[in-house]
């Protein structure tokens, strides 16, 4: 059966959070944020030297100077030696190349920054070389208003406008739209970003109108889409056993758009329900909404497919996305999903380094749909790949679950998060698969590692993630701090277990059955090659508790 259904699963936000914490000495760990408390490890603070308070960042000017960006036309002028007059474009990785003075990164950069910038280079060849620059061409910039609004979409940013201008902008809230329950992604500087809850109820109704902020081109959310796109028309596979084929319009791509999403997790179980056809339409329409599409399409012949994403000064962040529970995991003779293993995940974080990754980020496919808790074998295997060279190493699946620090050798801690849940999705089989969980890497100017906290996200009646009510809020966090303190102390486990053995034994011979009914005996033995030794410990411990 094929279902009109779209899951973005789990979500992790890079430089999106609360003010970044003063850089530390070499060496020092990351600061662990206070919502990770349950994890078993205190807080740690920075080094004697620095000041352990969180410091906001510097007021941002409103008149501040526009800054170059990739793809910006620039003049580059010469009074006294004219002949070295040119016009440049920005490439994407923030250099242009200048006639005989080479490369030269602009990106970032004032005008009178480049042509300071520009001088330095040229003085090589050139005394006292006097240069101006001026700006011919730029990206516009643009906000995306997503949801519940009159006119959804993306518009052009002109001057200074504040979130209820931008939502009149998109033709205004509607019926059944949150108005108390606004969610912001904003850049504030070079050096932080921050996404702000935002109750434009109160400020419509002229209170707090202090509170309503300027719009801001944002930044950079990484998701896992468990559906294929536009692909309704093709053959679907039979599924097997008692699963199901999930799609959804690439308009579905509009609510990523407007998080600012970068990289897009391709590897889940749904990626090829339309056969490579599928994936294929669902990988072109994640790049065509300027996105990037992680973890499936390829062999084990190819090197495992990585993204860098580059941030202002010396952020280079990695990400890679893989799969345990597949059935499509890629082999060396057969294109699929990228599979979860060791040997990959280390061949993930070499790629990731070799490009200037300073951090790296791992979003993994795994869970459960019948338990909050995470199966122990795909927790070994998770902390396994956080040990290897990932920061955060992270789970999406249907329900949240519980985290933990690690210490990898020579290196800082790591984080492992065992269940993000959904930020959205077409199909909610319980009100615990409602909930989810956003994790925000915080990172200093640098590019270190600053902090990681986790913010709880609900489903609402349209399926999509909104801010949860304060006491929704609370109880989110409670028990992710309760599972997280399972995990600390060892009982994860043994719940795992009582959890999965309530009806198993019945479940798999209704999957059985399923499967022998879809596809005859060729079904049952595909079902039976899918059985790993996760599988039979199930089993077994549900017989014998």
């Known amino acids: 059966m094929c279902k009109m259904i779209l899951r973005m699963l789990a979500a992790l936000l890079v430089c999106a959070c609360a003010p970044i914490a003063p850089a530390q000495t070499a060496g020092s760990p990351p600061i662990a944020n206070s919502s990770l408390a349950a994890l078993g490890e205190s807080p740690s603070k920075p080094d004697s030297g ?13 008149d501040a100077r526009y800054r170059l960006c990739a793809s910006d036309v ?61 700006l011919k061409d730029f990206n516009k910039p643009y906000f995306i208003v997503s949801g519940e609004v009159g006119h959804p979409g993306k518009f052009d940013l002109r001057g200074e406008t504040s979130a209820t201008e931008a939502i009149a902008i998109a033709g205004g809230f509607n019926d059944a739209s ?45 998701v896992n889409l468990e559906s294929a796109l536009d692909a309704e028309d093709l053959p679907v596979r039979p ?11 690439s308009a579905s791509l509009e609510y990523l758009r407007a998080i600012r999403c970068g ?7 749904h990626n090829l329900d339309f056969q490579a056809a599928g994936a294929e339409r669902t990988h072109t329409a994640i790049a065509r909404s300027c996105m990037v599409p992680l973890g499936s399409g390829l062999t084990l012949r190819s090197a495992p497919n990585v993204f860098v994403w580059e941030g202002p000064g010396a952020i280079r962040v990695g990400f890679w996305a ?30 990731l380094r070799s490009r200037g990754a300073r951090l790296s980020i791992a979003l993994i496919h795994a869970g459960c749909l019948r338990t909050n808790r995470a199966d122990p074998a795909e927790a070994n295997l998770i902390d396994a790949i956080a040990r290897l060279g990932f920061c955060v190493a992270a789970s999406h699946s249907h329900r949240i679950s519980g985290a933990r620090m690690i210490h990898a050798p020579n290196s800082n801690p790591v984080f492992c998060f065992y269940g993000l849940g959904s930020i959205a999705s077409g199909y909610v089989a319980s009100d615990l698969e409602r909930e989810g969980l956003i994790v925000v890497v915080s990172l200093t100017s640098a590019g270190d590692l600053a902090s990681v906290e986790v913010r709880p996200v609900i489903l609402g009646a349209s399926g999509f993630g909104e801010i949860p009510a304060p006491q929704t809020s609370d109880a989110i966090l409670s028990r992710f701090r309760s599972l997280s303190g399972e995990i600390a102390d060892g009982s994860s486990a043994r719940l795992f ?5 309530e009806g198993l034994v019945s479940l798999y011979l209704r999957d059985a059955r399923a499967a022998l009914r879809q596809s005859g005996l060729r079904g049952l033995a595909r079902k039976a090659r899918r059985m790993r030794m996760r599988h039979v410990k199930r089993l077994v411990r549900s017989v014998l508790p």
């Open 178 to 222: 949150k108005h108390s329950q606004v969610l912001l992604f904003r850049r504030v500087n070079n050096d932080w970003y921050e996404v702000k809850p935002l109750n434009l109820k109160r400020i419509l109704q002229g209170h707090d109108v202090n509170e309503d902020p300027e719009v801001l081109p944002g930044d950079m959310l990484f």
């Open 497 to 501: 277990y009582r959890d999965m053995s």
């Open 239 to 249: 599924p097997t056993g008692l699963g199901q084929n999930v799609s959804a319009p």
């Open 50 to 62: 620095t000041d352990d308070s969180r410091v906001s960042p510097d007021l941002r000017r409103r």
């Open 322 to 351: 893989a799969a345990i529970a597949s059935r499509d995991l890629a082999t060396r003779s057969t294109v699929g999903v990228e599979p979860a293993t060791l040997a990959r995940a280390t061949e993930a974080v070499n790629q």
């Open 74 to 134: 620039v003049s580059v002028t010469f009074p006294l030696t004219p002949e070295f007059n040119q016009t440049v474009s920005i490439q994407p990785d923030g250099f242009a190349s200048l006639a005989g003075a080479g490369d030269v990164r602009l990106e970032g950069l004032t005008t009178q920054e480049s042509a300071e910038a520009v001088r330095v280079a040229y003085a090589q060849i050139l005394t006292d070389p006097v240069v101006s620059i001026d």
């Open 263 to 269: 990289p897009v997790g391709c590897a889940n179980n």
